[in-house]
């Protein structure tokens, strides 16, 4: 197993990093170009001062640095970083909206279906179905894959641990295998030599929007019949080799929880790559009774994890300004993974080129034979210095 111990992989803290507040309408700079310029060098500088504090506990670079660095940033304030969510009147119009419907659950109002409607075709799968939570998408697309007590389901070592969960939640065995050391997603060979009879589903899990290698999980999955199922927690938008997320042949299971790129405080969605598995989930998630029922007809047990109208228009809304988000975020990664690569021991997470398009969920990296002492007073720093 790859030692995560002795790789010690840091995560700085998203909201501060890749978001900055801009035009009150978008959440960004849109218009405003010189001043969006500005903050990007305030930024650049800030985010330098907090990194030279990281190289003084890993490499002993030398305070002085740091210090001219700080008087750089002094003299060129970045805006004050926003909290998140973030929102415009595009949520509280959506809010309104539903209010005044008078129907505020999915069985007597549209919110939820034109949601379901906009983020499948927003990435590229024939159906979507929202539900109440990540955590509730995985184990609704699990069963619907036939994962119950006697299987297995093949997870990475590195993530949250909803992942796993969700399959013990169904009775079966989460199967933890090796990540890569660099893209920290789930490591095809030692996937490959986890499958046994008992298998079920192989989920790979696409860790900070960087999509695992979907082309050797394919074959992997034509070559043992096992499916995949994509936790794409982290994914929004996420595109591998100009193919979106629903593209890919596999089922995805997504989360809106409240610090995820788009988010309804919480709330999941699961695209189906066909009709059939779409129609038993549905079924599963509405208590058993299917989309015409509104006679308490139950053709199987199941459970009720449907959102509300107003999660679904909250959604609507942050799925409007996703793109814009991600550019941005785009343009602040290049920046930050340059800056942090060149801190003598710290590596961090790796880009593949055939994912075309990475969501930023988080920016990542490891601090290879750091030890648990000097990782404590790594994150000690960052946390001081507003990271």
């Known amino acids: ?70 008087r750089e940033m002094n003299a060129r304030q970045a805006p004050e970083f926003p909290s998140w969510p973030q929102y415009d009147e595009t ?109 079920r589903a192989i989920m790979p899990v696409h860790m900070a929007g960087l999509m695992a290698d979907m082309d050797a999980l394919a074959k992997l999955s034509a070559d043992t019949g096992v499916p995949l199922l994509q936790d794409a927690a982290h994914a929004h938008g996420a595109r591998w080799q100009g193919k979106r997320v ?22 999941g969605a699961v695209l189906f790559p066909e009709r059939e598995m779409f129609e038993e989930a549905f079924l599963r998630h509405s208590c058993g009774r299917p989309r015409e029922d509104r006679r308490y007809f139950h053709r199987v047990s199941g459970t009720n994890l449907r959102i509300t109208e107003f999660a679904a228009a909250l959604l609507r809304a942050q799925l409007g300004r996703l793109d814009d988000q991600i550019a941005v975020r785009d343009q602040n990664w290049a920046l930050l993974s340059r800056l942090l690569g060149e801190i003598d021991g710290v590596v961090p997470q790796a880009d593949d080129e055939r994912v075309d398009r990475k ?15 000097r990782r404590n007073l790594l994150v000690d720093r960052l946390v001081e210095a507003g990271l």
């Open 246 to 267: 629903g593209e890919l042949g596999s089922v995805a299971a997504f989360s809106f929880q409240n610090g995820k790129l788009m988010t309804a405080g919480e709330g």
């Open 1 to 70: 197993m790859w030692a995560i111990a002795r790789n010690f992989i840091l995560v700085i803290a998203v909201k501060g990093i890749f978001r900055y507040r801009g035009s009150r309408s978008r959440g960004f700079y849109q218009g405003d170009r010189k001043q969006a310029d500005s903050a990007q060098a305030a930024f650049a500088c800030e985010t330098r001062v907090g990194l030279l504090e990281v190289g003084l506990v890993s490499t002993g670079t030398a305070r002085s640095a740091t210090a001219e660095i700080r």
């Open 91 to 199: 949520e509280r119009d959506g809010l309104i909206r539903v209010l005044k419907q008078g129907q505020w659950w999915r069985m007597g109002g549209d919110e939820v279906n034109s949601f379901e409607r906009e983020f499948a075709e927003h990435h590229g799968a024939d159906y979507a179905l929202a539900v109440t939570n990540g955590t509730h998408a995985l184990e609704l697309a699990l069963e619907c894959m036939g994962v119950g007590p006697g299987t297995e389901v093949i997870v990475p070592a590195f993530t949250f641990i909803s992942s796993s969960q969700a399959a013990q939640r169904l009775g079966a065995v989460a199967v933890p295998v090796d990540v890569h050391p660099d893209t920290y997603c789930i490591d095809v060979e030692a996937a490959a030599d986890a499958v046994t009879s008992r298998t």
């Open 359 to 373: 969501s930023h969920y988080m920016a990542m990296f490891r601090v290879p034979g750091i030890g648990e002492e």
